[in-house]
């Protein structure tokens, strides 16, 4: 590969970084062609993006981004897939799914909105993470819980209250006709 080619393959991944904003480092190696093939099916199935690519345009395209991510250049050994999701967490499971039938993929690190996971034994930690719109919609219901709570208390209580001002009323007028006659 010419050093022009490198340099726009390094361009392009590292947009595709922004762009995504979350990928997932794999171990695919030792993989057979069929296995590789149904990988990439599932991934675009889940508008998983999958690429395999050299670890040293991997560590130069890291290098383009904002934040730290030298941490990410240790694990950069072997063969090396990334996979791009705008989900944190669909490449996680993606790949819980497909381990039910072997080992592989492994993963070695993932980048989720600025934050570095190293590990494969964070696979059950990253498939448990919220999405941003599943935290909002948490935020929201808990911000929305004590004002239900307050409303459905007055309104129980208004009706409580009306009860016993109408049963008040019609003792008083029972008492005032008795008294009367």
């Known amino acids: ?7 726009e393959v390094v361009s392009a991944l590292t947009e595709r970084m922004k762009e995504y904003g979350n990928f997932y480092i794999t171990d695919t190696s030792s993989l057979s062609v069929a296995k590789i093939n149904i990988i990439r099916r599932k991934c675009f199935e889940n508008e998983i993006g999958m690429q395999v690519v050299k670890n040293t345009l991997i560590k ?3 290098m383009q981004l904002d ?3 030298t941490e990410l250049h240790d694990i950069l050994k072997g063969s ?6 705008t989900l944190g967490n669909a490449p996680a499971k993606l790949i819980k799914q ?3 039938g072997s080992d ?6 993932a980048y989720i909105d600025s934050t ?3 590990g494969d034994n964070l696979l059950d930690t990253l498939v448990s993470l ?6 909002i919609g948490d935020i929201i219901g808990l911000l929305q819980s004590p004002a239900k709570n307050v409303i459905s208390a007055l309104q129980s209580g208004g009706n409580k209250l009306a009860g016993i001002v109408k049963t008040t009323n019609t003792c008083k007028f029972d008492k005032i006709k008795l008294v009367t006659n």
């Open 116 to 118: 570095v996971f190293i």
């Open 130 to 135: 919220k999405t941003r719109e599943e935290l």
């Open 67 to 69: 934040g730290d991510t």
């Open 104 to 109: 592989k993929p492994v993963l070695k690190a």
């Open 98 to 100: 497909l381990r039910k």
């Open 1 to 7: 590969m010419r050093k022009e080619e490198k340099h």
């Open 60 to 62: 130069k395209a890291l």
């Open 80 to 85: 090396s897939t990334i996979l791009f999701s």
